[in-house]
């Protein structure tokens, strides 16, 4: 099968490899879409940890069953597959915060020799996969790329139940890539009003098409803080979610909250950033909650895919579709915010 391997740092070569076989207790997929994500492009320019090479990543995966071992799906059958495999028996999964499983079998497709990722044609989800993790059938009304959006939704969902959302708020949502995007259309959705900052205007544009905020910022043009306050009268944002993998943000963005804000910390950071400076008075005294978000629960899934079957979200405008083969040209699109989100057919 073709597939885009990863042979290295910045070393992703698309070649044959051999497909792989359907797994006892499990089910082996035709890859219909995955999508590319910024996570996966971290990976892909900086390494990760967990690597042995080659690595074959690709996490927002949907796809066809052409094989089955297992009574739970059939040949044919469309689905739409997560990242997180939890356990299930844990504390954490007990209180239903299943995506910080203290057991977790895999914590994402394409970092472990037996769960290989979905950037190829084929994809094989052993009996843990199966058995324990978010698979979720695709109706009939969603296209295969339409729900290969299902996942980093998904993740944006979680990061919202964290925490207190009411109508009538202000949220500013700083990165105006998918993510932000999907932030801004689930926060729309709950009444609220959202500022979009970023320093792209290009960014900016493909977002705004996607999901409407009422309030568009290009801080390379206008100091993110003082747009801030202009627009809620001085008082800040009663939600601030950094979208995007910039310390410097992360670290300011007590300053762009008000009293008793709510913080959500959403984009990763490489080893070498994560350690941050930050002013824990404006936390202690303006009464802010900061929190950090970490995928999202199987329950998500569901919730998602029954979104985007309602038809609630603009899918068209989030993806563009691009072949496998030219997957590193997708990478520079996204890199260069040319694209919103690229989904990849194999």
């Keep these: 099968m073709k597939a885009a391997m990863l042979e290295g740092i910045n070393q992703l ?142 993740d944006v969902l979680n990061s919202h139940d964290l925490i207190t959302i009411r109508e009538g708020e202000i949220a500013v949502v700083v990165g105006a890539g998918p993510i932000g995007a999907m932030h801004v259309d689930l926060l729309r959705s709950k009444g609220v009003d959202c500022i979009l900052a970023d320093i792209s205007a290009e960014r900016l544009a493909l977002a705004d098409k996607a999901a409407s905020p009422k309030y568009i910022v290009n801080s390379s043009k206008e100091n993110l803080k003082e747009a801030v306050g202009r627009i809620t009268q001085g008082c800040g944002a009663d939600i601030v979610i950094i979208a995007c993998s ?20 959403f984009g990763g950071l490489n080893d070498k950033d994560k350690m941050l400076t930050v002013d824990s008075g404006l936390i202690h005294y303006k009464q802010l909650s900061v929190h950090g978000t970490m995928g999202s629960c199987k329950r998500h899934f569901t919730e998602v895919m029954d979104l985007l079957a309602k038809k609630k979200i603009n899918t068209d405008a989030y993806i563009t579709e691009m072949p496998l083969d030219r997957i590193g040209e997708a990478i520079q699109l996204a890199e260069k915010g040319e694209v919103l989100k690229v989904i990849l057919i194999p």
Aim: aromatic residues 6%; charged residues 20%; glycine residues 12%.
């Design 13 to 154: 070569v698309v070649k044959e490899v051999p497909t792989p076989g359907c797994p006892e207790g499990g089910l082996l997929m035709k890859v219909r879409a995955c999508g590319l994500c910024g996570s996966d492009i971290r990976k892909i320019r900086a390494g990760n940890s967990h690597f042995h090479y080659p690595v074959l990543l690709g996490h927002e995966v949907t796809g066809e069953v052409v094989e089955s071992d297992t009574c739970r799906y059939k040949a044919g059958d469309r689905l739409a597959i997560g990242s997180i495999i939890p356990c299930g028996v844990c504390n954490n999964c007990k209180k239903g915060i299943d995506n910080l499983c203290q057991n977790a079998i895999y914590h994402s497709l394409g970092l472990y020799e037996d769960c290989q990722g979905g950037y190829a044609e084929y994809i094989a989800l052993n009996r843990n996969m199966v058995e324990n993790g978010p698979v979720v059938p695709i109706p009939d009304v969603l296209g295969f790329s339409e729900a290969a959006l299902v996942e980093p939704f998904t």
């Design 246 to 265: 910039v310390a410097s943000l992360q670290a300011a963005s007590p300053e762009l909250a008000c009293f008793g804000g709510r913080i959500i910390l």
